[in-house]
């Protein structure tokens, strides 16, 4: 099973690869606390569906399961699980616990 | 020398996507394809996958492996279709209008979706769907197909304002009847009656098709999108 601390881990990564691509001076703190999209965040629409595209991408390489992170069940979340990068990581780690447990 | 383009055909088998995986394999494109059953023909630069282009799960596994052994897609078409039943509407059984749908619209939704989510990273694509002359000529008893290529239609169009920020263009071409299998069920008087109505009033061939596609695909082409292109003066 996955665990926290690797997610975390690539998802700071996926951040890395994010900054890379973003203009105008603009970058992506790596902290569980930042802001990706909406009030206070870096991310404009464009930019979080590369996010989550690039995300989904990185989870299927390090963790061998194709993973679906925009569904009916992220958009119930009481917290949107794009908000931060901390939602993000928590999130994609339920996600790996349910695969792993069938 | 640059690497060569690689494009992705769904329904290979037979048809104009045979026909299609042939045309570009001959000009230099690696090729994808897939069916729900294998192919009979070998080609070199080809490389066919079995399955249903509505099975989601399939179809983001087949994504990964073109990811990583293609590492790109520079183009789509999405030209697997059924016409599982030609009969009026009040006798349609919803087995039919449920396996239209799945394969003509979900099919082309699902490979579309992940066509797009692979080529935004390149920052260019070129997604063809394919819709039918049915859509305009309203033909009775093919309510149903028409209807899944008309959801096409509005699909594409959106489809298209959503990602030409990420240097990908989305058109359909409506081919006229090109004499396939899924013609050949088609009423061959009922047809050429229908086929009076157009312009063009033969059938159409299989290079109006690929004539029409090399022109969407062309990097120059990158302000057409959003277009459905009717062929046979429809």
């Known amino acids: ?79 949107s699980p794009f908000k931060t990068i901390g939602t993000l990581s928590e999130y994609i780690t339920k996600l790996l616990a349910e695969k792993s447990n069938g | 020398m640059a690497e060569s383009r690689v494009m992705l055909i769904t329904g290979t088998r037979k048809g104009i996507g045979k026909y299609l995986a042939e045309y570009y394999v001959k000009r230099g494109f690696r090729v994808i394809g897939c069916s729900r059953s294998p192919v009979e ?18 179809i983001v596994q087949m994504f990964v492996e073109i990811r990583e052994s293609y590492e790109k897609l520079d183009v789509v078409i999405n030209n697997a279709a059924i016409n599982p ?18 394969v003509n619209f979900l099919g082309t939704f699902l490979v579309s979706r992940e066509a797009a989510k692979l080529m935004m990273r390149g920052q260019f694509g070129r997604i063809i769907n394919f819709a039918s002359m049915a859509v305009r000529l309203e033909v009775p008893g093919e309510s149903i197909y028409t209807a899944t290529k008309a959801a096409v239609i509005s699909f594409s169009r959106v489809f ?10 989305c058109n359909v071409v409506a081919p006229a009847a090109i004499e396939t299998d899924l013609s050949a069920a ?45 062929l046979g003066g429809v």
């Open chain 1, 1 to 79: 099973m996955a665990d926290q601390e690797k997610v975390s881990r690539v998802v700071f990564e996926v951040i890395d690869e994010i900054n890379k691509q973003l203009k105008d001076g603009k970058t992506l703190k790596q902290s569980e606390e930042t802001v990706l999209f909406g009030k206070g965040g870096v991310l404009d629409s464009l930019g979080l569906v590369n996010l989550i595209v690039t995300a989904e991408q990185r989870v299927t390489k390090e963790f061998g399961v194709n993973v679906t992170l925009v569904d009916e069940k992220a958009m119930s979340e009481k917290v």
């Open chain 2, 85 to 102: 039943s030609i009969i009026p509407a009040i006798l349609m059984p919803t087995s039919s209008l449920n396996s239209s749908f799945q």
């Open chain 2, 41 to 58: 023909y070998e080609l070199e630069n080809y490389r066919h996958f079995c399955l249903d282009i509505s099975d989601e799960s399939k």
């Open chain 2, 160 to 169: 298209a304002k959503e990602i030409h920020r990420l240097g990908i263009t």
């Open chain 2, 186 to 230: 088609v009423d061959a008087d009922a047809l050429a009656e229908v086929l009076k109505r157009n312009a063009v009033q033969s059938f159409g061939e299989m290079a109006d098709v690929s004539n029409t596609i090399d022109w969407l695909i062309k990097p120059e082409s990158q302000a057409i999108t959003g277009q459905v292109i009717y």
